[in-house]
């Protein structure tokens, strides 16, 4: 016979499955870049790259987020050129709102790069370095193998 389903309440997790606590935004992050915290740092933290010593570069990564963001619904709004008249004839030129969101997703891809923000960048982290590489053999002259 089958009895009933376990409570989950009642379940006491491993060691292994504790989840450590997420640290609070700092209070200096604008309110978007917080957004951006709140969203990204509980998977930071699950992938162990958000210890105490990293905060305060991951919240810069956090308000350059919000900056291309921001910069990107302006440039929705407004466009990225703008038309001038000059002893040439009319020129188009790139609004101060396009440059700004050029830098910031420059800062993100250098930033997010040391958290492993892509895809290379996260098998670039996750691999835990070269190893040795007489290690299979010592293990086998060893025995332990």
Do not use: H
């Not at 009933?4 to 060691?15: D, E, T, V």
């Not at 870049?33 to 905060?55: D, H, Q, S, T």
């Not at 987020?65 to 030129?93: F, H, P």
């Amino acid at each position: 016979m089958k009895g009933q389903n376990p409570k989950l309440g009642n379940i006491i997790p491993m060691r292994g499955d504790a989840q450590k606590p997420v640290p609070p935004a700092p209070d200096l992050l604008s309110d978007g870049a917080k957004k951006v915290w709140e969203r990204l740092a509980p998977e930071m933290v699950r992938k162990e790259r958000l210890e105490a010593i990293y905060e305060d570069i991951f919240a810069q990564f956090c308000e350059a987020a919000n900056d291309v963001i921001e910069l990107s619904s302006i440039i929705a709004m407004e466009g990225r050129t703008y038309t001038v008249q000059t002893r040439n004839g009319l020129q188009q030129k790139k609004t101060a709102a396009w440059q700004a969101r050029l830098d910031a997703l420059a800062t993100l891809k250098t930033l997010g790069g040391l958290f492993g923000m892509s895809p290379v960048d996260d098998k670039r982290l996750a691999n835990p370095g070269q190893g040795d590489m007489f290690d299979n053999l010592t293990a086998m002259l060893d025995g332990t193998d």
